[in-house]
C-alpha cells in the first residue's frame, strides 16, 4: 500500500515542480533548457531528491544548476500550496545525467558499427 502511495507522490510532486520551474520561477540565470526526470521522496516525506537535466553550454547548466538550488524554498513553499501533505519535502537539486551517458553509449557503438563494416 505504502508503495503505491510514494509513486503517486513521487509522481505529482515531480509534475508541480516542472510547473514552477517552467511558469513560476523568474530568475535571470536559468537560460538552458531545464527538465525535471525526476523526483525521488523518502518514506518519511521529509527530503525529496530532484533530478534536473540541463541542456545548454557547461556555463549556462552551471547557471542555471546554481539558480535552481538557490530557489530551492521557493519551489517547496508552492509544492506545499499545491500539494497537501503533513510534511513538505525539503528539495536536494541534482544533475541528471544519464541522457548524456546515452548519448555517449550509443556512439561508441556506432564507432565500433563503422570499424566492424571497414
Do not use: C, W
Amino acid at each position: 500500500m505504502a508503495k503505491y502511495r510514494s509513486g503517486r507522490i513521487n509522481e505529482e510532486m515531480k509534475k508541480e515542480i516542472s510547473s514552477i520551474v517552467m511558469n513560476g520561477l523568474k530568475d535571470p540565470r536559468i537560460t538552458a533548457m531545464v527538465t525535471i526526470t525526476d523526483v525521488e521522496v523518502t518514506s518519511d516525506l521529509r527530503y525529496a531528491k530532484v533530478f534536473v537535466s540541463i541542456f545548454g553550454t557547461e556555463t549556462q547548466k552551471a547557471d542555471s544548476l546554481e539558480a535552481l538550488k538557490s530557489s530551492a524554498g521557493f519551489i517547496r513553499r508552492e509544492v506545499g500550496k499545491r500539494i497537501q501533505l503533513r510534511y513538505v519535502p525539503e528539495l536536494i537539486i541534482t544533475v541528471d545525467d544519464t541522457i548524456d551517458r546515452g548519448m555517449h553509449i550509443d556512439e561508441l557503438i556506432r564507432k565500433a558499427n563503422e570499424k566492424k563494416e571497414s
